[in-house]
């Protein structure tokens, strides 16, 4: 009876250590990771158009939200649904009004995590920049059926708006979205009716700049060529007489020069040129100082 009765109080207190071991666990702590492609505190300094980037995450698969309170008070939830465990998840943005320090809050059920960053006015004025792919203004003359491009850009990340306004007064938008700083951005198309001048702008907030070009029916496309009195490409002996001939087809302004083997450049006519043809005033004879060709070149 005593070695049963020891057999009985032997079970027992194994059961007991059993039930203790065997009890509910208590739960993994829950980490959370949060910050912006700058960190957080001071050294996240953005100023207003700058890219943004929020990166968070979990450890432990649950359901967290992400939320951005401004220097205003208000309250904007970024992300509400699933955090994978290990999984990053980015939110990109650009920083906007008002300046000041903002928060980041991630919560998981109990567990929240905080990041700060700060948004400044910048110190850099906005540039913008528009224009086709032959310029502004006189210059920038396109034939009904040609060819161009618009070409535009900031220096500064920014919403931008591109609008172009034709000769009969309407307006087409061609651009509003985000331009990103230091990358131009190119619209390609055709020239087309109605004829005239036409006004590109460019504008993002209280800045715009503008950029004029012209459309004219074929035959009133500029165009021009220079030659010597033997063609291009040929070679004259020493002493031998060199004529030099401008054409357009309109009146216009044209500077030829000369390039010699030696790199050094002379003006050889800068003047007016009408619609027939036209030679420089002057013959040269050639007197070259050493082997090379030489280029002549005319602007119009």
Do not use: W
């Amino acid at each position: 009876m005593i070695r049963s009765k020891r057999g009985s109080g032997g079970a027992l207190a194994l059961l007991s250590l059993f039930l203790l071991l065997s009890g509910t666990r208590p739960a993994l702590a829950l980490t959370l990771s949060l910050s912006t492609n700058k960190g957080c505190g001071s050294a996240a300094a953005f100023n207003i158009g700058d890219t943004t980037r929020f990166f968070f995450g979990s450890d432990t698969t649950t359901n967290g939200t992400l939320t951005l309170t401004r220097p205003d008070g208000t309250t904007q939830t970024l992300f509400n649904s699933t955090l994978q465990a290990g999984v990053t998840y980015v939110i990109s943005g650009t920083a906007g009004s008002p300046t000041g320090m903002r928060t980041l809050t991630l919560t998981a059920g109990t567990t929240s995590k905080t990041c700060t960053y700060t948004v400044g006015s910048s110190s850099q004025s906005l540039v913008l920049d528009v224009h086709t792919n032959k310029g502004c203004g006189a210059g920038a003359t396109f034939a009904i059926g040609e060819s161009n491009q618009i070409i535009f850009s900031a220096n500064q990340t920014v919403n931008a708006t591109l609008t172009l306004m034709k000769p009969d007064g309407t307006t087409t938008t061609l651009f509003n979205s985000t331009l990103q700083a230091g990358v131009p951005r190119t619209i390609n198309g055709v020239a087309g009716q109605p004829t005239g001048t036409r006004t590109l702008t460019l504008t993002s907030g209280s800045t715009s700049v503008t950029c004029t070009y012209s459309v004219v029916s074929t035959s009133q496309v500029l165009t021009g060529s220079v030659r010597t009195n033997n063609g291009c490409d040929v070679t004259f002996l020493k002493g031998s007489t060199v004529s030099v001939i401008v054409n357009s087809s309109l009146d216009a302004n044209a500077q030829v020069t000369l390039t010699r083997p030696d790199g050094s450049t002379v003006v050889l006519f800068n003047g007016p040129v009408s619609q027939e043809t036209r030679r420089s005033p002057r013959a040269r004879r050639a007197t070259p100082r050493g082997r090379g060709p030489r280029g002549l070149s005319g602007s119009r």
